[in-house]
């Protein structure tokens, strides 16, 4: 059975332009995470969405969205990038929410993105 | 505020020697506790977790966790370590307020040395 995959595994883009990461979940996974790893700040929770619908987000600017299509894969969109912005963007699913007593969350491998 | 502390950056130890990674929280109420993994390159694997139940816990690849409530500790360990163990742990707690998330610590890298 596949994991979670997601692309692109690495990508640079430049101040002020767009990137959007993609993340498919393990298949019968409804809920999908959105990490952001930077370097020596660990993981810091970014977005959540269940059944399609944005269920709660960490302490970041509205520049930072997502979206989770019907077939439960997701993207996440960070617009106007700035420099801070480069980090490893981590996607994780689980068959419940966390609040679930498993809290197992099953993670991707990333995509690293890199601003210049 | 919540949190979860893991005092230090680096853990360094010589294969077959036991190892110790700290990590200390502070929540509300009662704690669900997990260790992951994360080797080179790659994501995070799930190891172990606390709901409820024997404060002793044992997870994947022989390692094991101690829940401390006085002390509000999670320790991970092993008795042998190897070389193969090399990589960044992290101590992660689900947030009490917002149950859907998890909150995780700074991380702290594992050395085995042969």
């Known amino acids: 059975e596949a994991g979670v995959t997601q692309s692109p595994t690495h990508l640079i883009k430049t101040r002020g332009q767009q990137a959007t990461l993609r993340c498919s979940p393990i298949?019968?996974?409804?809920?999908v995470y959105w990490y952001q790893q930077a370097l020596g700040l660990g993981l810091q929770f970014l977005l959540w969405?269940?059944?399609?619908?944005?269920?709660n987000r960490g302490n970041f600017p509205p520049r930072f969205s997502g979206r989770q299509f019907p077939n439960y894969s997701s993207e996440l969109n960070v617009n106007a990038l700035e420099l801070e912005d480069s980090a490893l963007y981590l996607c994780a699913s689980s068959l419940a929410p966390a609040g679930a007593h498993t809290g197992e969350l099953f993670f991707g491998e990333g995509s690293r993105l890199t601003v210049l | 505020a919540q949190s979860v502390a893991q005092p230090e950056d680096q853990v360094n130890v010589a294969e077959g020697n036991p190892l110790t990674v700290k990590c200390t929280y502070s929540?509300?109420?009662?704690?669900?506790l997990f260790w992951y993994v994360q080797y080179p390159n790659r994501g995070l694997q799930f190891l172990l977790k606390y709901i409820t139940g024997d404060n002793l816990v044992k997870g994947s690849y022989g390692f094991e966790a101690e829940f401390n409530k006085s002390q509000t500790s999670f320790h991970l360990k092993k008795p042998s370590a190897l070389v193969s163990d090399s990589a960044l742990y992290f101590c992660?707690?689900?947030?009490?307020?917002?149950?859907?998330?998890?909150?995780f610590g700074t991380g702290t890298r594992l050395q085995v040395f042969p």
């Open positions: 298949s019968g996974h409804t809920s």
């Open positions: 969405y269940d059944e399609g619908e944005e269920r």
């Open positions: 929540v509300s109420g009662n704690p669900y």
């Open positions: 992660a707690v689900r947030d009490t307020y917002n149950t859907d998330k998890l909150i």
